[in-house]
């Protein structure tokens, strides 16, 4: 499976991991629905490092199709819950 | 995977240019190479930073150095004026500058290697980021060749579709062609088996022009049994010459105008 993290890049995450990271990721958005800063950048943190430790990084001369996209490391709570509205995270 | 997947799914959603954009390896590539390229601004202004300092360290030796030779020379005055004290107190200064001369060229060695340090990092660096550039460009160039390649054979299918559509075009002239081709050969019988009026042919379609020339026609043939009567038998006609002719050669005085036809012809 293939994790994007957006402004970073690729990573090859093997199945078997991603029971752990679902954990982080459920974490992740239970902090954005609370509206908790604190909580959601060292939820953040660790989901982006988790991904980074078990995954491989993706070439980057390889062209394919991210199936999971990551915010960037250094996203605001704000700027995730902008990016799940309906218009997401880029307008049109 | 709810946050990843609902991120996923917005961007996966959003199939158009902003989604590329976001998507597209070649942004990417771009962003890492500025990111890079950041980065060795900040290795620059370091080294601009520390070579500031060391021009600055040389010149407080020199200014301390200066300082030093005046405070050796008003010793050496003091001396000759047989000023000890003076001489000694010039002296005391100038050794405490002499402590600070030799602290200040520590400082100034160590930036110095310092800068020198740094001075090739940032060549590395450059060199990295001049490597990732050529790569990033190669990369990108093999993206859009195999973006332009897909577009080809999106483009590749729609015109078969189309070409499709120029078969029919081409199968409908075609028929309507031969359509007409069976239809002029058609005609052709017609007017050759007399059931069809040849068009072309001009006057000829005329009711009146037919009637005035069967007229003609009719009144050729009686002038030409009249004549052909004439010359087989003469005898029908000999009475009245010979009453209306003088005396002498009958056959020389054989009358024309009795025989000449309305328009002049024998």
Same mark, same amino acid.
């Given at each position: 499976m293939i994790v994007r993290i957006l402004g970073e890049g690729q990573y090859d995450v @093997? %199945? $078997?991991a991603l029971g752990?990271?679902? %954990?982080?990721?459920? $974490?992740? %958005?239970? /902090?954005?629905?609370?509206g908790d800063d604190a909580a959601f950048s060292s939820a953040l943190t660790e989901l982006l490092d988790g991904v980074r430790t078990?995954?491989?990084?993706? @070439? /980057?001369?390889?062209?394919?199709e991210s199936d999971l996209i990551l915010p960037p490391a250094d996203a605001t709570i704000d700027q995730v819950r902008e990016m799940l509205n309906d218009d997401g995270l880029i307008p049109g | 995977m709810s946050l990843m997947s609902r991120i996923s799914l917005i961007f996966r959603s959003k199939a158009?240019?902003? #989604?590329?954009?976001?998507?597209?390896?070649?942004?990417? #590539?771009?962003? !890492?190479y500025q990111r890079q390229l950041d980065l060795l601004s900040k290795v620059r202004r370091g080294v601009a930073d520390v070579a500031t300092s060391r021009k600055r360290v040389e010149l407080q030796v020199a200014q301390l150095e200066q300082q030093g030779a005046k405070l050796q020379d008003q010793a050496e005055k003091a001396i000759a004026m047989n000023r000890e004290d003076l001489a000694r107190e010039? #002296?005391?200064?100038? *050794?405490?500058?002499?402590?600070?001369? *030799?602290?200040l060229k520590a400082q100034h060695a160590q930036l110095q290697g310092e800068e020198e340090k740094l001075t090739l990092a940032q060549q590395r660096l450059q060199a990295k980021v001049e490597a990732f550039r050529t790569r990033k460009e190669t990369i990108?160039?093999?993206?859009?060749?195999?973006?332009?390649?897909?577009r080809i054979n999106e483009a590749m299918s729609g015109i078969g579709e189309e070409m499709g559509d120029v078969g029919m075009a081409i199968q409908r002239a075609e028929d309507?062609? *031969?359509e007409m081709q069976a239809r002029a050969g058609a005609i052709d019988e017609l007017i050759a088996s007399g059931a069809l009026d040849d068009a072309s042919s001009l006057n000829r379609g005329d009711d009146i022009t037919r009637e005035l020339e069967s007229m003609s026609s009719q009144a050729e043939v009686e002038q030409e049994l009249a004549r052909l009567r004439g010359? !087989?038998?003469p005898a029908a006609q000999q009475p009245e010459a010979i009453e209306a002719a003088p005396q002498g050669d009958i056959l020389a005085e054989q009358p024309q105008p009795a025989t000449e036809t309305k328009d002049g012809q024998p």
């Open positions: @093997p %199945e $078997t752990r990271l679902n %954990e982080l990721d459920a $974490t992740l %958005e239970s /902090a954005v629905e609370a078990v995954g491989a990084e993706h @070439p /980057a001369d390889s062209l394919d | 158009n240019k902003a #989604l590329d954009r976001a998507e597209d390896p070649r942004e990417t #590539l771009d962003y !890492s010039a #002296l005391t200064r100038k *050794s405490g500058l002499n402590g600070q001369i *030799s602290d990108k160039a093999t993206y859009t060749a195999a973006e332009a390649q897909t309507k062609t *031969s010359d !087989s038998l």
